[in-house]
């Protein structure tokens, strides 16, 4: 009562918005007449002028109006659009940088370009990142002539470009391209070998299409940039033969939960101990599995009984088949061909669980994408180990300002402000929205359901309406398919089978009488025109490699045809959306609903719900079935219920909730890293930039040198001093040095030690030159900090393991993660720095006959966006990372004998040779 009082007092936070963009479209609008009296060569003039004024200090918001009225202007010229005034509030918002919910069609593509025009006065480049390559590529060629227009290049950058086409189109004004290839870029940035190999600006504007995908969908898929680790498919195909031999435990056929140990029979003296009848149990919900004691023992027998193991399972070397078996089991029950995934051309294929498309390149970890491989019988592709890898969230935080575009971001509006302080803005539609969304329609089985769908679309296609029906899975929209094929209803398929025709299904979606199948959002980005697409009838007409007079004409030709089509399925009214199950976030259904009903459109939507469907078994009341069951549900016919409706949106908002909390979690462990990966960068770049590298390693020698000094006076006696600095000296250096008198003081010995080392030093750069030896120091700096990152990475991912552990013994995890991390960290800036001051000190030189050459720095690296925990890494195809130049004439030779992998370390750590300085040759 009290929120709808204030509401009414001060109005919604909707209507403040408007209010606050309202005298900023004004003024635009005052200005079109300005703009439109330009000629079009004043058009690059004024944006010459307008970065003339910025670079003098002017502010973007002063240039703001007459900015947006020459970019409204030049598409009116260009493109024959003008910018709607809900066009330029959305441009505002993008500037301010928030979030703009515009509806599907409503032209967000357009929207956005006075904003890049405006940040890209500047100077500093304006990257619009889209979903996928071939909106990337669309929507550069589409707006591109605008910018040009106006004096502004633009660039895009497609997945297949070389490393000099990325460079040209990073430099252009506006540059387009996918969040996959920004963040792969900036982390194969970060791995090579010179400072002019790099092809990445700076990070200043953004303007994210499909936000909501980009920063929520996919946000718990970090990117990682891997390498060929070892090869451990003999373990995985050991568990794969055992896997279907385990039991699942016995549920209670009543409620389906496992049977459990009453809590209070441990209170009774005589009560039987309790065993749980089956080997593991299975948690969908998270999709995990968990063995009872007789499935360990089970699982011990059956993989002596196989010859995969001999002996206990609980062996030092056989306990990493408990990890294998739970991948296997995992894979067998929880994990389903053509709904998880697919296998194409001998490869399991991950699908995206939001949009339905084949995720090319990712790969699920820890084992399970070799688990699944074995389960269905292809060839098992090696594990990988991670060389680079960043969150799409510390991503794009990097940016100095970022922005974003989505057709549903309100539901999500509390996530995007706690994460990254985005806050979103709805604009209202151009036209209003005229579709009606109908009430769900709730069956008490899935049997009921699909019956009733099929009845639905025959009843729908007898009248000529378009139809686009939305499916969760691979596996029931292919269902589905042979439901109407044996009713012999005509229609298309789109999923991640057949996902290169996608662009022209939903095209023709909204055709008079099509039927289309769709999983979730597959063809998003893509408009769906009532009557079908005008283009695609010119293009069949003309064909694909008609010049634009030709298309042109062909345009005329076929707009009276489709003109009337248009208007016969307006009639009709419009397209009508089917959805076949309810998806577990709310903004997915809303994006499903919102392919209808376009700039005024007409159009239908009901959702077709049954109990047995994933999203009301796991995570509706467990008594709702029961309890519908008995109230006389169980004759097909279906109920329209508020307490129904309730139970759907509660059990959303609670898988909304877990997924929020799962991409939290996932967040605050990776800042732990973030903060390491912003240093280990910083510390990269200055490494390459510095032309006087030499004096920087001789100053941690020196700082090693005085840490001898200060350890040895402050722990040996006076009359040991000397010829313990010797020692240590000889172990850490491989340097003699004179021993000093016995009253000789700690600062006089530094100065001493110092002066043996700048001599040893100067000796070796006389030899070479300077420039030679900072590259020899480069080169096995750069090679130090990227073996040891490396090898952290792996670290952090095991510790990351480990400590989850520990909140049995009432530790908070991920204080341990950051305390026990940052302890790792600084060991391996220590390990970094002892081994570049040895490799100054101990380097031994010599005149060649040949030429010392740098090793190539090339090296076989896979991309992947995987998720930490539920996916990892691998495989694109293969982008080789190309080193740089030679190295002067400089051979390092060994001055002493070769020392064992199990021998002590020669750096004195106490640790084997292996464990420590060997551990990466």
């Given amino acids: 009562m009290g ?15 408007l209010r606050s963009l309202v005298p900023l479209v004004e003024l635009v609008n005052k200005e079109e007449a300005w703009a439109s009296a330009l000629s079009d060569d004043q058009f690059p003039a004024q944006t010459v002028l307008f970065r003339q004024q910025v670079a003098q200090g002017a502010s973007l918001e002063s240039l703001l109006p007459k900015a947006f009225a020459l970019a409204r202007e030049a598409a009116k010229r260009v493109l024959g659009e003008r910018h709607y005034d809900v066009q330029i509030m959305g441009a505002a918002v993008l500037h301010q940088g928030k979030i703009l919910e515009m509806k599907t069609g409503e032209g967000k593509t357009l929207t956005c370009v006075p904003a890049a025009y405006l940040n890209a006065l500047e100077n500093k480049g304006v990257h619009i990142v889209t979903v996928n390559d071939y909106l990337a590529g669309r929507d550069a060629s589409w707006m591109g002539p605008i910018y040009e227009f106006l004096g502004l290049s633009v660039g895009v950058i497609l997945s297949d470009m070389d490393n000099e086409a990325k460079r040209r189109a990073y430099s252009r004004d506006v540059t387009y391209g996918t969040n996959n290839e920004f963040g792969f870029d900036y982390l194969r940035d970060n791995m090579k070998w010179s400072a002019q190999e790099k092809i990445q600006p700076k990070h200043h504007y953004c303007i994210i299409d499909e936000i909501d995908s980009i920063l929520i969908d996919e946000a718990r898929t970090p990117l990682i940039i891997s390498g060929q680790s070892e090869d451990d498919s003999a373990q995985v195909l050991g568990a794969a033969k055992i896997a279907a031999f385990l039991v699942e435990c016995d549920k209670d056929p009543e409620t389906g939960d496992y049977f459990e140990q009453d809590p209070l029979s441990r209170f009774e003296r005589n009560a039987k101990p309790f065993e749980e009848r089956g080997d593991y149990k299975l948690d969908e919900k998270q999709k995990k599995v968990s063995f009872t004691n007789q499935g360990m023992l089970h699982m011990e027998e059956l993989l002596n009984k196989h010859h995969v193991i001999n002996g206990s399972v609980y062996a030092d070397e056989n306990f990493e088949y408990v990890h294998y078996v739970t991948q296997a089991v995992k894979a067998l029950r929880l994990y389903s061909n ?26 699920y970890s820890d084992g399970l994408h070799q688990a699944i491989e074995a389960k269905e019988k292809i060839k098992i592709l090696g594990q990988n180990k991670t060389l680079a890898t960043i969150t799409f969230q510390n991503f794009f935080r990097m940016y100095d300002k970022i922005s974003g575009m989505t057709g549903t971001a309100d539901t999500e509006a509390p996530e995007f402000l706690k994460i990254y302080n985005l806050d979103v803005v709805v604009i209202p539609t151009n036209k209003q929205v005229v579709r009606k969304d109908f009430p769900d329609l709730v069956y008490y089985n899935e049997q009921f359901k699909f019956k009733a769908i099929c ?5 729908v296609h007898k009248t000529g309406q378009p139809i686009l029906v939305g499916t969760i899975s691979i596996e029931k929209s292919e269902l589905l398919s042979l439901l109407l094929r044996r009713m012999g209803i005509k229609h298309e398929v789109l999923n991640a089978k057949n996902h290169a025709r996608e662009a022209m299904i939903i095209e023709e979606a909204g055709a008079k009488g099509a039927v289309t199948i769709a999983t979730n959002m597959a063809g998003r980005g893509t408009d769906i025109k009532l009557g079908g697409s005008i283009d695609a009838r010119a293009r069949r007409l003309c064909g694909t490699e008609a010049s634009p007079e030709e298309f042109a004409k062909a345009l005329k030709e076929v707009f009276p045809s489709w003109k009337k089509d248009y208007e016969e399925v307006k009639t009709l009214g419009g397209l009508y959306i089917l959805g076949t199950e309810r998806h577990e976030s709310r903004r997915i259904d809303n994006q499903l609903r919102g392919r209808s009903g376009r700039q005024g459109d007409p159009g239908a939507s009901r959702f077709f719900v049954s109990l047995d469907d994933p999203l009301m078994r796991l995570f509706a009341s467990e008594n709702l079935k029961n309890i519908l069951g008995k109230i006389g549900m169980q004759d097909g016919e279906p109920i329209e219920h508020r307490m129904l409706s309730n139970a759907i949106e509660k059990a959303q908002k609670r898988v909304e909730d877990r997924n929020f909390e799962i991409r939290k979690h996932l967040l605050d462990y990776d800042d732990v890293l973030n903060e390491q990966r912003n240093f280990m960068y910083a510390e990269r770049d200055a490494i390459l930039s510095d032309e006087h590298l030499l004096e920087r390693v001789r100053a941690i020698c020196h700082e090693i040198s005085f840490q001898i000094v200060d350890t040895v006076f402050a722990n040996v006696k006076d009359d040991q001093k000397g010829v313990k600095i010797l020692s240590e000296m000889l172990t850490t250096f491989q340097l003699e040095v004179p021993v000093l008198d016995e009253k000789a003081t700690s600062e006089a010995y530094k100065q001493h030690l110092q002066q043996c080392i700048d001599t040893e030093i100067d000796s070796k750069v006389a030899l070479t030159g300077e420039k030679p030896f900072n590259d020899f120091l480069r ?9 040891r990152w490396q090898d952290h990475l792996t670290t952090l991912e095991d510790l990351r393991d480990a400590v989850s552990l520990r909140s049995y013994a009432q530790k908070n995890p991920l204080v341990e993660y950051k305390v026990e991390g940052f302890e790792i960290f600084n060991e391996m800036l220590e390990g970094i720095k002892h081994f570049m001051a040895q490799t100054l000190v101990r380097v031994q030189i010599t005149r060649p006959e040949q030429s010392y050459q740098r090793p190539s720095s090339k090296a076989k690296m896979v991309e992947s966006h995987t998720a930490k925990g539920a996916f990892a890494s691998e495989s694109q195809p293969n982008r080789r ?19 064992g992998r199990n021998d002590p370390c020669p750096c004195g750590s106490g640790k084997k040779y292996k464990q420590c300085h060997g551990k990466n040759s």
Wanted: net charge negative.
């Fill in 779 to 787: 080169f096995n700096y750069l090679r130090q900090v990227d073996l």
């Fill in 881 to 899: 990372v190309q080193g740089g130049g030679d190295v002067a004439a400089v051979t390092i030779r060994r001055d002493q004998p070769k020392v």
């Fill in 455 to 459: 009845e639905e679309i025959e009843r």
């Fill in 338 to 363: 053509d709904v998880d995934y697919v296998v194409v051309e001998g490869q399991v294929q991950i699908v995206d669980e939001f949009t339905g498309r084949i995720l090319h390149g990712r790969r």
């Fill in 3 to 17: 929120s709808s009082f204030f509401t009414k007092l001060f109005g919604t936070k909707q209507d403040k918005d």
